[in-house]
């Protein structure tokens, strides 16, 4: 038997496939990988830089949908189901929409699929398998499992291991797709089995793909004490009361954290007690600052997450939220638009008020594109909140920020390593940032795939 595992990309710019430079090793397809028998021979086609070989001979196509890449992730799945191939379908989005998902495969999986694949796979050998396979979450996930990652070569991803310790956030954000997921649920894998994991691959430089790798202090405390005597360097993902924990800073420091993508979301006192974050409502007196002086006391370089289109932004205030991240120097910033995913609090509310655009569903609707607005927001129009987060992007990633930020002593510039890290990054960063601003998602236009994958040739 033979598996194809599919990583769909975003979809195309205006004549061409976006080709995503910046792109990582698709985590959860080498553990879907893991999971799989050995006597099935698996291949890994990455849609976001490579042709797929839709007639090539395999048995099962396994594609993983991200509510960003569902509408390419549907069209691939249909090239398949075209030539008689059957498909498997599984991950966020549908978990999120399973009833939407079920339309564009054979086989559905719901939920992370530890519990199930093997099944799946033996029921689908037998010529018995279902046409959905409910997952439970297991409570240590990937336990005794180590990701595949001979599938991962040669296909150009950047040169940090993905791995993770932990799944979900036992938050409740109101905007947040994960908390759906994992139903406000924080899982921790086993210590030993994520030293094993590491000790597995060669590199030294690590991303643990978590959602809150801190949201269990005494959990992140175990790994951090176990990742000193290692000596790698590793960057995550956090929230803001973390500082509250002098221990858990101190040994995240001494296990070689760089630094964390953090949710500042905004900095109106007023938008994060709305968007119920609740990790930030102690944030002091002028919004944030004694967090980010005690950011750069641990010297970690942040990755600075806001969300732009709350009933209380204006055009001013996301201008504003700009300005600060550029006055505080933050290694990265992301401006996002608040995205209404399915089934979310923040989804079911905007459509109760009528707010929704794109007929509901802006991941498959033609005229919806990267990083337009899918809301009505309050104190703006669409085109407007569109433009102004964009410019935030252009701002704050401009040459002249990039050099202005660089000069910070206690993370920039601490040591030479982060310092490199920080010029190597930021002008690839800049890059994506307008090559991704207003991408058709799907690569399909007017059923014209082959024209497109010409375009392609010469875009690369």
Request: overall charge neutral; some cysteine; hydrophobic content about 35%.
């Amino acid at each position: 038997m033979k598996l194809t595992l599919i990583k769909p990309n975003i979809g195309r710019r205006e004549h061409s496939l976006y080709v995503d430079e910046g792109r990582m090793e698709p985590l959860p397809l080498g553990i879907l990988a893991a999971l799989t028998p050995d006597d099935v021979e698996v291949v890994l086609y990455d849609d976001r830089m490579e042709p797929i070989p839709y007639d090539e001979p395999t048995d099962l196509v396994a594609i993983t949908v991200e509510t960003f890449t569902a509408r390419r992730a549907y069209e691939i799945s249909s090239e398949y189901r075209n030539r008689g191939v059957k498909v498997v379908m599984g991950g966020m989005h549908a978990m999120l929409i399973p009833e939407e998902v079920a339309g564009h495969c054979d086989i559905l999986i719901v939920g992370d699929a530890e519990n199930v694949w093997e099944t799946m796979i033996n029921d689908f050998r037998s010529g018995r398998h279902k046409k959905r396979y409910d997952a439970e979450q297991p409570p240590y996930p990937q336990k005794n499992i180590i990701a595949r990652r001979d599938i991962f070569e040669g296909k150009g991803y950047l040169p940090i291991t993905l791995l993770q310790f932990t799944r979900g956030c036992s938050h409740k954000c109101s905007f947040c797709a994960s908390s759906v997921y994992f139903k406000a649920h924080h899982y921790c894998r086993p210590v030993e089995d994520v030293i094993r994991e590491i000790k597995s691959q060669k590199r030294k430089l690590l991303f643990f793909v978590d959602d809150n790798i801190v949201c269990n202090r005494q959990k992140a405390k175990e790994l951090f004490r176990a990742l000193i005597p290692l000596k790698i360097r590793w960057v995550s993902q956090g929230s803001m009361d973390m500082l509250q924990d002098n221990e858990l800073m101190e040994l995240m420091v001494k296990s070689g954290c760089l630094g964390l993508v953090i949710g500042f979301e905004s900095i109106s006192p007023e938008c994060i007690s709305a968007m119920n974050k609740l990790t930030n409502t102690r944030a002091s007196g002028d919004m944030y600052r004694s967090e980010i002086k005690q950011l750069r006391k641990w010297g970690l370089q942040t990755w600075a997450a806001f969300t732009v289109g709350h009933d209380g932004d204006t055009i001013e205030s996301i201008r504003a939220t700009c300005d600060f991240a550029i006055r505080n120097k933050f290694t990265f910033a992301a401006f996002n638009i608040l995205m209404p995913y399915p089934n979310t609090p923040l989804y079911e509310k905007l459509r109760s008020e009528n707010r929704l655009l794109y007929d509901g569903k802006w991941w498959l609707h033609e005229d919806y594109r990267f990083n337009y607005s899918s809301i009505v927001p309050k104190n703006m129009t669409p085109d407007e909140l569109t433009e102004t987060a964009f410019e935030c992007r252009r701002r704050f990633n401009s040459i002249g920020s990039i050099i202005k930020r660089a000069f910070e002593l206690h993370t920039n510039m601490r040591t030479p390593y982060r310092f490199i890290t920080y010029l190597l990054y930021n002008p690839l960063f800049r890059k994506e940032v307008f090559k991704k601003q207003g991408l058709h998602f799907g690569l399909s236009d007017n059923n014209k795939e082959k024209s497109d994958e010409g375009n392609n040739k010469t875009d690369t």
